[in-house]
């Protein structure tokens, strides 16, 4: 994505890559925090509206995706405030929470978009075996589902950790 000084400057294509491309990770980052899906996807579309309403300027793609998630932030936080009456204690409590988790969470949200991307460049079945253990499935459960050896399924998971790894690294 080329970014042109201002957000108003990208082109609706490449805003509507962008989105999709962000959404998810907003939205995942909003509901921690909310506990409300429907609210989470709410925060996560007025995020995106209000960004490309904005005329801030943003050198580069990480400070726009730095702008989304410090935009989510605020608007949980605004909504805990609006929600708990704004001299109540909760917001504060909230606040407090979500200021010391945000960089954790923003990280966090961040690897997994990018382990995400990595395990789509995966063969299929290697890919199978990577999304079964994310579940918490061992070797055995997974050879059982999948109807291959343990060995079989060791080989996908060395051989995807390797893949998944150099493209994590890149």
Not at 40 to 61: H, L, P, R
Not at 75 to 90: F, S, V
Request: glycine share 2%; with cysteine; charged share 30%.
């Amino acid at each position: 994505m080329k970014f042109k000084g201002k957000i108003l400057a990208i082109d609706s294509i490449e805003f509507k890559t962008f989105f999709r491309k962000y959404f998810s990770s907003i939205y995942i980052f909003a509901e921690k925090f909310t506990k409300d899906e429907m609210l989470a996807k709410d925060i996560a579309q007025e995020v995106f509206i209000k960004t490309w309403e904005s005329s801030s300027d943003f050198e580069n793609e990480k400070a726009l995706r730095a702008y989304l998630y410090l935009s989510a932030r605020n608007q949980c936080i605004n909504h805990l405030q609006k929600k708990n009456g704004k001299h109540a204690k909760e917001p504060l409590i909230d606040h407090i929470y979500i200021e010391n988790n945000y960089s954790d969470e923003v990280v966090r949200e961040e690897t997994f978009r990018l382990l995400d991307i990595a395990i789509q460049h995966l063969a299929p079945q290697s890919k199978k075996v990577v999304e079964l253990t994310l579940k918490g499935l061992g070797n055995h459960e997974i050879a059982e589902e999948l109807h291959i050896s343990v060995n079989t399924i060791k080989t996908h998971k060395l051989r995807a950790y390797k893949i998944i790894r150099k493209i994590m690294e890149s």
